[in-house]
């Protein structure tokens, strides 16, 4: 069965400090990770999709990376704006549904 | 494009009640999902539907649940009775094929007392 495993499970920054979120995953034949925010009594918005080791995506203040048994989400200099719940989900195999992990809550202090 | 609508947005329901939960995916999208989100055990797939078809339903917890998709264009999920338990916030999210992204719609909270 697929394994999503996300660190750390909250994280509290000031605004300007950078950090990362880490997303571990243990799959058999990943098509894709993928990368959602979820903010408080919303749906998840998607953020990025990555495909293969070595892939990176920005968007904004926001870098994913993508190896072999993890990925990265980067925050630059994240503002207040940047509070949300990050969720990461892979599909692997012949499988179409998305796997999810339980998310990191980032907390961003103005 | 309003992006994936449900409704209703919240739902509070006495046990033994039946409760329909409705999904108007994004126009062109092909496959729909129906997940399930609660603090113990974050987000789950509850059922899946590809050109309106239902393809797994492995995900619904128990025969109580069900759902259907007459056309491109609307589904349902219906909980016949519910019970305490069922209590979450369902998500429904469409795309565009099986290896897109998914869009999520803003969610159904309910409450089952």
């Known amino acids: 069965e697929d394994q999503v495993t996300q660190s750390p499970e909250a994280l509290r920054l000031q605004e300007g400090e950078s950090s990362s979120l880490n997303c571990s995953y243990t799959v058999s034949g990943l098509r894709g990770l993928f990368w959602y925010r979820q903010d408080p009594g919303k749906g998840p918005e998607f953020l990025f999709t990555?495909?293969?080791a070595g892939e990176e995506k920005e968007k904004e203040r926001l870098k994913a990376t993508l190896t072999k048994k993890e990925s990265f989400l980067h925050i630059t200099a994240p503002k207040p704006e940047d509070s949300a719940t990050y969720l990461c989900a892979v599909q692997a195999g012949s499988h179409y549904k998305l796997s999810f992990g339980a998310g990191t809550t980032v907390t961003v202090r103005a | 494009d309003a992006g994936v609508i449900q409704s209703p947005r919240h739902e509070v329901t006495e046990m033994g009640q039946e409760v329909t939960l409705r999904c108007k995916p994004i126009s062109g999208h092909n496959s729909l999902f129906w997940y399930r989100q609660t603090m113990m055990r974050g987000l789950e797939l509850l059922i899946y539907f590809n050109n309106n078809v239902p393809i797994d339903d492995s995900g619904m917890p128990e025969d109580r649940f069900s759902a259907k998709m007459p056309n491109a264009s609307f589904s349902t999920l219906k909980i016949q009775p519910s019970e305490p338990r069922d209590s979450a916030v369902y998500f429904c999210?469409?795309?565009?094929?099986?290896?897109?992204?998914?869009?999520f719609g803003q969610g159904t909270r309910l409450t089952v007392v």
């Open positions: 990555l495909y293969s």
């Open positions: 999210a469409s795309s565009y094929d099986t290896n897109s992204e998914a869009f």
